[in-house]
């Protein structure tokens, strides 16, 4: 079976709702979010919204973030819902894969000019 966005969604609901995680997702959140950070922040439009922050959060939380176990939480996921062929498939998929947040910079006509987190 190939990897597919079926796998994706479900390692990050894993991901999201593991209580094996719980602890290192809470400091993760806080991390990403620079919650102890007291400038006001102003989102841009839907970007603010819980929904957008989670997905964007979770992304970063699979693939960037390492467990004191020097895994991601996108490796650990695999290994617990997955078994064989699907396993080493998914685990080769995610192996090297980055997050990357990029926003609107500039445009000019057709060119757009990115920012990149």
């Known amino acids: 079976m190939a990897f597919n966005q079926r796998m994706i969604e479900q390692m990050a609901a894993w991901c999201f709702t593991s209580t094996e995680l719980s602890r290192e997702r809470k400091k993760a959140w806080r991390h990403f979010f620079g919650a102890d950070d007291k400038r006001p922040i102003k989102y841009w439009g839907g970007a603010g919204d819980q929904i957008s922050k989670e997905r964007r959060f979770l992304g970063w939380f ?40 990029a926003q609107i910079g500039s445009h000019i006509g057709r060119s757009v000019f990115l920012n990149l987190e």
Not at 64 to 76: A, F, N, R, W
Request: aromatic residues 10%; without cysteine.
């Open 62 to 101: 699979m693939f960037d973030y390492v467990l004191p176990s020097g895994e991601k939480p996108g490796e650990l996921a695999v290994n617990r819902l997955y078994v064989g062929s699907e396993r080493a498939e998914a685990l080769k998929a995610v192996a090297g894969t980055r997050f990357v947040l």
